[in-house]
């Protein structure tokens, strides 16, 4: 399944939205491997995109668990050039993770994704729903 491609499109300027006020209180924003390395072992979810909620499990043996409309399914994910690949998918996707660490952007050639992050495997949590 095309987890990255079928999130929907959501602009990329909510980043710069985070407002000034965000940034004094919060760690700075991570992106590349950092970026990465934060969403490992948690669930992102994008909501709102043209599929309805996508979420999709990072697991830190370089698998995902993911589920789209109901149908939960799994495979594997890299790291190449600082970017989050799923195999068998292009291209990579750049990751943005705010200095909350509850919110980031995913960049997927031009399309900018907003996801939220959870602790843990939500995955079976979101296929309930």
């Known amino acids: 399944m095309r987890f990255l491609g079928m999130l929907g499109v959501i602009a990329s300027l909510v980043f710069l939205a985070s407002g000034a006020n965000a940034e004094d209180q919060n760690p700075p924003a991570l992106d ?9 072992g ?19 043996d370089h698998t995902f668990d993911g589920v789209k409309k109901g ?10 050039d600082h970017m989050l690949c799923i195999k068998d998918e292009s291209p990579c996707s ?15 050639s031009g ?12 995955v079976d949590d979101s296929a309930a729903k």
């Open 111 to 122: 399309n900018s994704l907003q996801f939220t992050i959870k602790a843990g495997n939500q």
């Open 42 to 60: 948690s669930t992102i979810t994008v909501v709102g995109g043209p599929d309805g909620p996508v979420s999709m499990y990072i697991g830190s």
């Open 94 to 108: 750049e990751i943005i993770v705010f200095g909350s660490r509850t919110m980031g952007i995913l960049n997927n």
């Open 32 to 40: 590349g491997s950092e970026a990465i390395q934060a969403i490992i």
């Open 71 to 80: 149908e939960i399914s799994s495979g594997e994910w890299s790291e190449k």
